[in-house]
């Protein structure tokens, strides 16, 4: 069984920084894409970030980009979403996830797509 486990997060003041970390652990398991989401109280699961496992590839959400930045370190099976200029906003339960299988095209950012999932850190900036 493959398990995401996210760490990294907590309360940082606006303009600050936090690096979220995902490591994958279990069995071998082939990914295609892993990602970033968020889900605020009250609101839908939005994608943040993705990044194709294989070529390095990586896309943001709109509301991101400029200011995070998606990569992964294949050797230590784990990929790293760094933070900054954090704003109130970003404030959320960040998830990590996996595609094992491959995604549509163009349908990166749909929870959908994702089947391995991990159980959230808690992203928290203060204005």
């Known amino acids: 069984q493959v398990r995401l486990v996210e760490s990294g997060g907590g309360l940082v003041q606006a303009g600050g920084s936090l690096r979220l970390s995902c490591a994958a652990s279990g069995r071998a398991f082939s990914r295609y894409v892993m990602g970033w989401f968020r889900q605020a109280p009250e609101k839908e699961r939005e994608f943040v970030a993705a990044i194709m496992w294989n070529i390095g590839s990586t896309f943001y959400a709109d509301s991101v980009k400029g200011r995070f930045a998606i990569s992964r370190d294949n050797a230590k099976n784990t990929m790293y979403l760094q933070m900054n200029s954090l704003k109130p906003e970003d404030t959320a339960i960040y998830y990590c996830?996996?595609?094992?299988?491959?995604?549509?095209?163009?349908?990166?950012?749909?929870?959908?797509?994702?089947?391995?999932w991990g159980q959230g850190t808690q992203v928290t900036v203060s204005s």
């Open positions: 996830a996996a595609a094992t299988t491959p995604p549509l095209a163009g349908l990166l950012a749909r929870p959908s797509q994702y089947d391995t």
